[in-house]
């Protein structure tokens, strides 16, 4: 069974750093593209960035060089290093793993960027 977990959310300030962490397991992550996505209260969910098995990386708009997203095979690990937040950053965030068959989800984790 495929599971999917974050970690990390939390309160932070405007202008702080925060690092997601999403942990899978029961899956080849490998040779999975991981994802991380978000979605605000009365908004739909947004792609905040991927990467794929090869590395290639892809991010929204929004993100504008704040964000990095990196994975770790050997600890079946996709991270998400967030910086220069903005009180719109506020959201839930979900972690993604899509195998080319299926796509799995998480149950997110809360970020509030507030002063």
């Known amino acids: 069974q495929v599971q999917v977990v974050e970690s990390g959310g939390g309160l932070v300030q405007p202008g702080g750093s925060l690092r997601l962490s999403c942990a899978a397991s029961?899956?080849?992550?490998?040779?999975?593209?991981m994802g991380w996505y978000r979605q605000a209260p009365g908004k739909q969910r947004q792609l905040v960035a991927s990467?794929?098995?090869?590395?290639?990386?892809n991010y929204g708009d929004f993100v504008k060089g704040r964000f990095t997203i990196s994975r770790d095979n050997a600890k079946n690990t996709v991270y998400l290093q967030m910086g220069s937040l903005k009180p719109e950053d506020t959201a839930i965030y979900y972690c993604n793993e899509w195998t080319g068959t299926f796509d799995y989800w998480g149950q997110g984790t809360q970020v509030t960027v507030s002063s």
């Open positions: 029961g899956s080849i992550f490998s040779m999975a593209t």
């Open positions: 990467i794929t098995s090869s590395g290639y990386t």
